[in-house]
């Protein structure tokens, strides 16, 4: 049985503490997933225009509204993707997701990553002449912010950001005063946050931990196969993945395992709450272990710029424009 913890945001809505991620599930397996993951329980989907399955995840509703729930009871957030930062755009790809999902608003919208594509050739524009994307160097965070404030409330009950760190949080809220409700970032024992958490908790930004299980794109091991991890989990007679959620869930934001596994689904949500030493054993797995999976230079096609400050960053040709 799940406890069902929520959290309210600045905006006073509340959203439950652990919710559905979406990103990587395949054609046909994000149906299946928001259904049984609606059916069991879940009340938070976290969606995005870049996942390219709004569609499927819109089928699932259907068939979930009203029959298991009404609308309201459900908490959807969604994200603006790069190739749409440009003031015209942002409405404009709303709209789109608005349609895909089949719903009339969104709960919570954010701004994906700090980074613009030049709009208008598709959702990873080719740069001319080099293996990567063709970024747009001049649209600002704060301009993108800005149509974000503007959007209508009756399309979307709040924004935030994802991805962005806290000069970027710094730079949009001192040219609008307008505080994000929320920043989705990666966090996990690997990569706490512990500053920029600090900062969102100071400033009321709510936080939400995406790859809670250190899912990565570079082959690592994930942490749920950790022997740390699962030895913790056994000794609880929890799932290895449920004490990373649950850690996630001690520091008090809201995180957002993914799964196409009705089973994993059905356990992830089953909320377990850990000790003060059962979160500090699993603390300490990230002793001198930092370790930030999503990292866009890394990608390929390579995105040439410095997001956050890291090592691997460090040969980008861009830093974030914040704009002022
Ligand atoms: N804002 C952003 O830029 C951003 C970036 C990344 C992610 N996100 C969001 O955050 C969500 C979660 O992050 P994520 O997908 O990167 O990683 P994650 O949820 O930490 O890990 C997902 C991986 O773990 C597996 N898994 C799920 N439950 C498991 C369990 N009980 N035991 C063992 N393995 C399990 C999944 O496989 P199966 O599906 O086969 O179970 C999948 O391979 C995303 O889906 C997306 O909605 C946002």
Redesign the pocket.
């Known amino acids: 049985m799940s406890l069902e913890l929520s959290i309210t945001l600045s905006t006073g809505a509340s959203l439950r503490q652990i919710g559905l991620?979406?990103?990587?599930?395949k054609p046909k397996e994000v149906e299946n997933a928001v259904e049984i993951a609606v059916r069991n329980g879940y009340r938070h989907l976290?969606l995005?225009m870049i996942?390219e399955n709004q569609d499927e995840v819109g089928a699932a509703l259907k068939k979930v509204i009203p029959s298991v729930v009404k609308r309201e009871e459900l908490f959807m957030t969604s994200?603006v993707w790069n190739s749409s930062h440009q003031p015209a755009e942002v409405e404009k790809e709303l709209d789109e997701t608005l349609r895909q999902l089949g719903v009339d608003y969104l709960d919570l919208y954010l701004i994906?990553?700090p980074v613009a594509f030049v709009p208008g050739k598709g959702l990873f524009p080719p740069h001319a002449s080099k293996d990567e994307v063709e970024l747009d160097l001049k649209t600002t965070l704060v301009d993108t912010w800005k149509a974000m404030i503007a959007l209508p409330k009756s399309k979307v009950r709040a924004i935030g950001v994802?991805?962005f760190t806290i000069p970027q949080l710094e730079g949009i809220i001192k040219a609008t005063g307008v505080v994000p409700a929320a920043n989705?970032i990666?966090a996990?024992p690997l990569l706490p946050q512990d500053e920029l958490l600090a900062y969102c908790k100071e400033k009321g930004i709510h936080v939400t931990a995406?790859?809670?299980?250190?899912?990565n794109l570079v082959g690592k091991p994930?942490l749920?196969d950790y022997p740390a991890i699962v030895e913790i989990a056994k000794a609880k007679n929890a799932?290895?993945?449920q004490v990373l959620i649950a850690w996630g869930a001690y520091r008090g934001y809201s995180v957002?395992?993914?799964?196409?596994?009705e089973e994993?689904i059905k356990?992830?949500f089953q909320q377990v709450i850990l000790s003060k030493e059962e979160y500090e054993a699993i603390s300490a797995v990230g002793k001198g272990n930092h370790t930030r999976f999503?990292i866009p230079y890394g990608y390929t096609p390579r995105w040439n710029i410095n997001v956050f400050g890291e090592p691997e960053e460090k040969d980008a040709s861009n830093p974030v424009n914040i704009g002022a």
């Open positions: 991620g979406t990103w990587l599930s976290d995005a996942y994200k994906h990553w994802s991805n989705q990666e996990h995406y790859s809670p299980l250190g899912n994930k749920t799932t290895p993945a957002i395992p993914k799964s196409v596994q994993r356990s992830n999503n």
